[in-house]
Every structure is written in structure tokens, then in C-alpha cells.
């Protein structure tokens, strides 16, 4: 069964990215690509600032671009990807839901709201059950699923390790965010080189509250939020991707450096196409792992940590994740993956 999808939004930054992942699947077909209304009517080759690391796929290129309107997508498309700016998402994805759209969202709005799922397919993939509960609620034949934040989804993984072997009592964690994080005008030169910037605008926040969504657990009828006190200090460094983490987490029981690294490697993964075999890459250099070296392990998806030491009521330790594939558009096209593989299409 092929699936035939569509891309919101998809002459950004996360939209090329999400093209170029979606063109080979072997389960999706592109069959609608929309953008803002300067751009409609165009063939999408005319229309996108193609940035990304290789070329547009042939069979998208002379794609004609519609405006971002249920109207202007064709009915028989399943599913969306949307990598729309949250203030348009806000208004827009709602829409597409309510005209029977499925959407599979990257874009900020809504990714706490409390029928709204927010999911790490290896992580909560049970939370993709919340859509009944929204279907229900908001009267809706589409959906609208979520998936967090960049930074976020770079600590969760290693933080329901610990917290499934431990439990987790508070968080601290501070940033090294790529620049390719902010989208291609999000940064100047002029800005990030030679330089370090210590605050990303609301990024805190979104860390904070996603990652206790992301860690709690579903009952059926709610997402019962992780109870661990999280605090975030987010920096944009001028590496391209890849945003590097350093992670202090308290523990409820007695932890190890070693105990923590174990259960990280041993955390299991999910027999999805775009998830990696090892969810979890552990390094036991010090000095591991890097953003040059590392943020492409497994096509990009794999999260990769290290560093691990031992702090007076818990473990400290580094991670990382390729921000706009594991963090951002990846991210989605997995999720468009649990959609299919629970019925949802």
C-alpha cells in the first residue's frame, strides 16, 4: 500500500529536508506540495530556494504548488506533513483536520495541548491513542499529531532510559543548538560567527514542559504529565547541525555512570522504516560524542550520547542529535509511519 501524502509549508528549510526524506519511502507518495500564496501556481522547482544537500528530486520538481488550503488539496491525499511557522500552523492545521485531513506536525502550536498527541514513536508511541480522545472532543474525521521540539527529542531518549532503570527526579540541562535550528535566515554570519549566543527565544519553555509531556504517561483518556522538575539553559553555537546537550539528571534511585550507560544502549528501538536500529549510540570516549562526528550516525536518526559521571544524587552526561532530520522533519515522517502502522490512515 502506497500512501499518498502531502507537504504544508513546503518550500522552507524543513520542507526541502522533508521532500528529500519522503521522495525515496518506500510508503509515501507526494502527491501535494503547498506554500504561501506568492508561491502558488508555481512548479515547485520555480517556487523553492532549493538549499538542500541534494538535488530536487526529478519528479517533484515541475510539482505545481497550491495555496496552504483544504480547498486547494486533493481529497484523495491520507496524510500531511506540515512545517508550517506555529503562527500560521495555529490557524491553518485546525482546518485541514477539520476538513478530514491527518496531519503529522513539526511546528511548534499546540504540542501541549491536552488532546493533542506528542510523540517519540520509540519513546510514547501509546500517546498516539490521545487522536481517539480528539477525534471524540473536537469532532474531527482528521487528526493532528505532534512531535517536539529539536532540543527536546535530542534528551528524551536518554532520559527515559534513566528514568525506566532509575526513575528521574529533576533535569538540568544546557544547549549547543546548530545554527540550521533557526532556519537558513534565522542567524546572520554577521551574528554567530565568532560568537555564542545564550538564549534561543522560548526554546526553555518548550524543552521544559515537552519533555515532561513526552516522559508521562497515557491512561486512555489523558497524558498524565512525568512529575520531574526540568529546567533549561539553551545557547545557539555556529556549528551547522547538530545540536549538542549536556544533561544533569537526579535520580529517584541510587544511580551509576556505567548503570546509565547500559540501560542507554539497551534501550530498544521500533520496527518502523525511518527509526534507527540502534536508537541509542553510546560512546565511551570522553570526548564523544561531536556534532561533525556524529549527527549522521544512522541516517541521521540515531541519538548519540557519552561523558557519562556520576554527581552527588545522580548520573551527568552528554548527548546529541542531527536537529532538522531526528529533531525536525525525520522526526515527522516517523510519526507519519506510527500513523500508518496503527490504522490511522
Known sequence: MTVR?????????????LIQLLDPHSEFEIAALTASEDSAGKPYRQAAKWRADSPIPDDVAETRVTATDPSAVPDDVDLLFSSLPSS??????????????????????????????????????????????????????GALLKNPNC???????????????????????????AVS????????????????????GGEEQKMEAESRKLLGTFDGAEVHWHGADVAASCNRI???????????????????????????????????????EQLIEVFEEPERPQPRLDRN???????SAGGFRETTDG???????????????????????????????
Open 151 to 177: 532540543s527536546t527529542i535530542t534528551m528524551v531518549p536518554p532520559l527515559a532510559a534513566i528514568d525506566e532503570a532509575y526513575g528521574l527526579d529533576s533535569i538540568r540541562v544546557a544547549t549547543l543548538q
Open 238 to 276: 555556529a556549528t551547522l547541525d547538530g545540536h549538542l546537550e549536556n544533561v544533569w539528571a537526579d535520580t529517584v534511585e541510587e544511580s551509576t555512570a556505567d548503570g546509565v550507560a547500559r540501560a542507554m544502549a539497551d534501550l530498544p528501538s521500533i520496527d518502523l522504516p525511518s527509526s534507527p
Open 297 to 303: 550516525l544512522d541516517n541521521g536518526m540515531a541519538v
Open 181 to 200: 535550528g533557526a532556519g537558513y535566515d534565522g542567524v546572520t554570519s554577521m551574528e554567530i560567527i565568532d560568537n555564542a549566543i545564550p538564549h534561543i
Open 88 to 141: 500560521i500552523g495555529e490557524q491553518v492545521e485546525p482546518r485541514f483536520c477539520e476538513a478530514g485531513y491527518v496531519v503529522s506536525s513539526n511546528s511548534s502550536n499546540a504540542r501541549t495541548a491536552a488532546d493533542v498527541p506528542l510523540v517519540i514513536p520509540e519513546i510514547n508511541a501509546d500517546h498516539v491513542d490521545l487522536l481517539e480522545v480528539q477525534r471524540d472532543e473536537r469532532d474531527w474525521d
Open 315 to 345: 548520573v551527568q552526561f552528554n548527548c546529541l542529535a542531527h536537529n532538522t532530520l531526528r529533531g525536525a522533519a525525520g522526526a515527522s515522517v516517523l510519526n507519519g509511519e506510527l500513523l500508518l502502522e496503527n490504522g490511522y490512515l
Open 5 to 17: 501524502v502531502g507537504v504544508l509549508g513546503a518550500t522552507g528549510a524543513v520542507g526541502q529536508r
